[in-house]
């Protein structure tokens, strides 16, 4: 089986306006990039032409989110085929803002990921446990029960990325260690095993997110189950460049 490739998706959030967009994609097209890395950056929807106009090929384009139909009366939101319109192949779905933030739920975020996929996209699939659940030692139910519901609704598991985003390391500088990630990633695969396959456990990237940054990515990295990151604020800086060489 051939080594699972590692990734890193840079999610810029609500943040960025062209002139600085325009700034952080000459930077990143011109650094040199480790070409085993699969880079995709996430930019928010109204500049998705502009970026995949100016991010160098070798870099794909996400979006932050997407609706589960195709068109008609759904005032606000954006359509896989949108997505796809502007040229990005990408979407990130239940980020843990999305969850916790706007309140969607499992239900929806599930219906979102089997439209995106039978769309066309590739889909970055977040899960991720809040404070007090760890706190409680439910992190395992509760990821599970998450990717449960994402699992049900994939079809095709070469066009999915799984996230693991703790919410108390999200965008608080409070990394999770590198064998607090592990733990999971590990137990989220053997997951995949016993209720997928062999196969997708195997070749499905579960990729970390939560305060990565140019310090803390070389040790996570190092880790067997960690297979990239899911970067939030550092991504819109240089040493997003140092993440995506972090197994150079
Ligand atoms: P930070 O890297 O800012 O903690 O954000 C992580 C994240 O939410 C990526 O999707």
Not at 80 to 107: N, Q, T, Y
Not at 182 to 191: D, G, Y
Not at 200 to 220: K, M, Q, W
Request: overall charge negative.
């Amino acid at each position: 089986m051939a080594p699972r490739g590692f990734f890193v998706g840079g999610n810029w959030k609500m943040n960025g306006d062209k002139e600085s967009l325009q700034r952080l994609m000459s930077s990143l097209s011109a650094a040199s990039l480790d070409e085993r890395t699969e880079v995709v950056c996430a930019a928010p929807s109204v500049y998705l032409d502009l970026v995949r106009s100016g991010l160098d090929l070798r870099i794909g384009v996400a979006a932050q989110n997407c609706y589960k139909e195709a068109k008609g009366a759904f005032t606000g939101e954006i359509s896989p085929a949108m997505i796809k319109d502007c040229g990005a192949d990408w979407v990130i779905l239940g980020h843990s803002e999305r969850r916790h933030v706007f309140g969607e739920s499992d239900e929806l975020i599930g219906q979102k990921v089997a439209h995106a996929l039978a769309s066309g996209l590739a889909v970055v699939a977040c899960v991720g446990e809040q404070l007090q659940q760890r706190e409680d030692g439910t992190t395992e139910e509760v990821v599970y029960a998450q990717t449960q519901v994402i699992a049900e609704n994939v079809t095709d598991w070469s066009k999915v990325v799984l996230a693991y985003e703790p919410v108390w390391a999200i965008g608080t500088g409070k990394t999770a260690s590198p064998e607090q990630a592990q733990e999971v990633h590990e137990k989220l695969r053997a997951w995949l095993r016993a209720n997928v396959s062999d196969d997708v456990a195997d070749s499905v990237r579960i990729i970390y997110g939560g305060s990565v940054t140019a310090a803390n990515c070389r040790e996570l990295a190092s880790q067997g189950d960690v297979d990239g990151f899911l970067v939030g604020g550092a991504s819109l800086k240089p040493e997003f460049v140092d993440i995506i060489n972090a197994r150079a």
